[in-house]
């Protein structure tokens, strides 16, 4: 049997006395594409930032690639590990002093140790994937939301992650600029990609996703393809979020 | 009263010679205190609590005692110690541990101003602390530092005038020595007030052009 790529098991977070994630459990195949849905409050974000030790578990382990995630070890250690994770955040976080181009070269150059060069073709390369490389010059104020998201991927992808973990990245978004994030995504998906994604945008877990999870108060409830999730939601709470979801 | 016209001809050159001095203990203090308050800063931005400690209990020391006191530490205290410097370098190396403490501050307010996003982003790429601070926090603090670093170098500059009771000749003593020979305290101070205050208006100015010219995002 193939090994995940990601094994989570029993993961916990709590802040205080607010317990916030539950001995969640989950793997992820290698090239799967897992999309999380739940309210707001349910634990997702939180359950996305404990992968990559952004959040400290209060419990649990996270293998990746059969590799415990932990928090031992030297800096260097559990930053290369923590880079092994891609993640794109739903404010996007680029780097404002910096053009597009060198917003992704900085990885690979001061991680990865790779020559200026190289690291700013990789770069150039990356945008290219996400149809950004017209733009390689301008500095993040100078593109739109929905510009500056992909330029946010192609951050994360020059690490060669082996995981790609979006924290709904199209939240912060005008309307009109969600689309062109969800293409890029779903090209990634299509490529091969290992995607955990976190997001309200159901349509693209219905296209994309091979497995949708719901949860709630900080437990996975219920999970499954989705073509049988959206049409037959099971739980109780899964029905009325689903519900209230195509009332809006 | 009548004003001594001829004495402040006379004077004005002497003071030149004193305005010379100031600017140099001015400046090589205040690059000395920008160096060791940014190395200061940072130590109190690591993640060692040992370094954030030290650098907190040197804040509060020199927050905590007058500066003519600190002067004093370093020209008659320190020599029992065994460091020994000469009047100019006491008052350098007085004004730029001052200094140096104030610029700590503004460097750890100024990088703790910046988002948390961005030092999030830079974590999730793997850098680590002190490629954050270095390539992705500082550079940003930079413009917002500029205000409180030009007040505390025009601080810096008035404080200097402190050094006269350590005999350093610089613009103040400068100065007194002509109000000792000639008794022309009105003319002499009033003119001191005067070239200080140009002093400080030249460097607020050169400080308000530097703003602009750093970018905005």
């Given at each position: 049997m193939v090994t995940p790529v990601i094994q989570v098991q029993d993961l916990s977070k709590s802040f205080g006395d607010n317990s916030v994630l539950h001995r969640v459990s989950m793997d992820v195949a290698t090239g799967e594409t897992v999309v999380i849905i739940g309210a707001s409050g349910s634990g997702k974000t939180t359950f996305l930032r404990c992968l990559n030790r952004l959040e400290e578990p209060s419990a649990g382990t996270v293998r990746l690639d059969g590799i415990p995630v932990v928090n031992i070890g030297s800096e260097k250690q559990i930053a290369d590990q923590r880079s092994q994770f891609g993640f794109v955040f739903q404010r996007f976080n680029l780097f404002p002093h910096f053009s597009a181009l060198d917003n992704v070269a900085i990885g690979p150059e001061k991680v990865r140790g790779m020559s200026k060069s190289d690291a700013s073709a990789l770069a150039l390369a990356e945008l290219k994937r996400v149809h950004m490389s017209d733009h390689a010059m301008k500095r993040p104020v100078q593109l739109s939301g929905g510009q500056q998201q992909r330029v946010a991927i192609a951050r994360a992808l020059a690490m060669k992650p082996k995981v790609m973990l979006f924290d709904e990245?199209?939240?912060?978004?005008d309307p009109e600029l969600v689309q062109e994030v969800l293409d890029v995504m779903k090209e990634l998906a299509n490529g091969g990609m290992t995607m955990v994604v976190v997001t309200h945008e159901m349509n693209f877990a219905r296209e994309v996703a091979d497995r949708v999870i719901y949860m709630e108060n900080g437990k996975i409830v219920e999970e499954g393809p989705p073509e049988i999730l959206f049409r037959e939601p099971k739980s109780h709470g899964a029905q009325r979020f689903l519900r209230h979801l195509t009332h809006e | 009263m009548t004003i001594d016209w001829g004495i402040i001809f006379k004077s004005m050159p002497l003071l030149g010679h004193g305005v010379v001095v100031t600017l140099q203990v001015s400046a090589l203090a205040s690059i000395l205190g920008l160096a060791l308050g940014l190395v200061l800063g940072l130590c109190s931005l690591s993640h060692s609590k040992s370094l954030r400690w030290i650098v907190a209990g040197y804040v509060d020391f020199i927050r905590g005692t007058p500066l003519l006191i600190q002067i004093f530490l370093v020209f008659f205290a320190l020599p029992a110690l065994g460091i020994r410097f000469d009047e100019f370098w006491a008052g350098v190396v007085a004004l730029s541990l001052n200094s140096a403490a104030f610029v700590a501050e503004v460097v750890r307010g100024g990088v703790g101003s910046i988002e948390r996003g961005q030092s999030e982003a830079a974590t999730a790429i793997g850098m680590r602390h002190r490629q954050i601070l270095v390539y992705i926090l500082l550079p940003q603090a930079y413009r917002q530092m500029v205000p409180p670093l030009t007040n505390e170098l025009i601080s810096l500059v008035k404080n200097s005038s402190l050094l006269s009771v350590i005999s350093v000749y610089e613009l103040t003593r400068a100065g007194q020595a002509i109000i000792s020979v000639h008794f022309v305290p009105f003319e002499i101070y009033t003119l001191l007030a005067l070239y200080y205050y140009v002093l400080i208006k030249v460097l607020s100015w050169l400080s308000g052009r530097l703003e602009r010219k750093l970018p905005t995002w």
């Open positions: 990245p199209t939240s912060a978004l | -």
